[in-house]
């Protein structure tokens, strides 16, 4: 499985971005997918998941501003990021789970500006 991440960018406060993960290879083994973050010097943190079932959960930290999903006839999951705050300014990861291997994108960079 390869994932390759778009999206990223440099947004005012209050503003919105849309992050894609795209998935190709064995796409037919992936279970749950989700979206990481990371600051440097910081660990990764979990932003949102997705079950192959469609089900979501959020981070406490986006509940109510950011929205996972996923189409699985395109192979492609989303992250809808709404009133974006300068605290989620991160690199953004999304990452694939198999029942044998996880699988992690190249990363988006994401910079709001106060």
């Known amino acids: 499985v390869q994932l390759q991440a778009s999206g990223g960018g440099l947004v005012q406060a209050g503003g919105s971005l849309r992050l894609s993960c795209a998935a190709t290879g064995s796409v037919s083994s992936i279970n749950g997918m989700g979206w990481y973050r990371q600051d440097p010097g910081k660990q990764r943190e979990l932003v949102a998941v997705?079950?192959?079932?469609?089900?979501?959960n959020y981070a406490d930290s986006v509940k109510g501003r950011f929205t996972i999903s996923r189409d699985n006839a395109k192979n492609i999951m989303y992250l809808q990021m709404n009133s974006l705050k300068p605290e989620d300014t991160a690199v953004y990861y999304c990452r694939a789970a198999t029942f044998f291997q996880i699988y992690w994108g190249q990363g988006t960079q994401v910079t709001v500006s106060s």
């Open positions: 997705i079950s192959s079932g469609g089900n979501p």
